[in-house]
Nanobody, 128 residues
Framework: QVRLVEYGGGSVQAGGSLRLRCEAS????????MAWFRQAPGKEREGIAA???????NYAESVKGRFTVSYDTMRNALNLQMDSLNTEDMGMYTC??????????????????????WGQGTQVTVSS
């Protein structure tokens, strides 16, 4: 049974940094596409970063150059390093995985419909 649990959310001032972690059980994070999504109140869910061992990483334009997705193989986890945060980055951050999927087969690796299992999310608040 796949289980994803996110950690690391919190409150930070604009310009600050946070590091999120998504710990997985029932799967190996390096063997399938994994991604981070976020959703702000009143807005649609947005895919922001995806990673796959065989196909590298993909980022939304809104976070490119500021966010970095990576593996924590010791913990079987997915990290999201978020730097230069601004108020537009506020929202619920959720990780997801796609067992049996392949980033190379998808037109858009950040499309939520590609992912089957989801965590509960962790809240990020950015104050100006």
């Amino acid at each position: 049974q796949v289980r994803l649990v996110e950690y690391g959310g919190g409150s930070v001032q604009a310009g600050g940094s946070l590091r999120l972690r998504c710990e997985a059980s029932g799967i190996s994070v390096t063997l399938m596409p994994m991604a981070w999504f976020r959703q702000a109140p009143g807005k649609e869910r947005e895919g922001i970063a995806a990673i796959s061992g065989g196909h590298g990483t993909n980022y939304a334009e809104s976070v490119k150059g500021r966010f970095t997705v990576s593996y924590d193989t010791m913990r079987n986890a997915l990290n999201l390093q978020m730097d230069s945060l601004n108020t537009e980055d506020m929202g619920m951050y959720t990780c997801a995985c796609a067992p049996g999927g392949s980033l190379g087969d998808w037109a858009n690796p950040l499309d939520a419909t590609n992912y089957r299992s989801w965590g509960q999310g962790t809240q990020v608040t950015v104050s100006s």
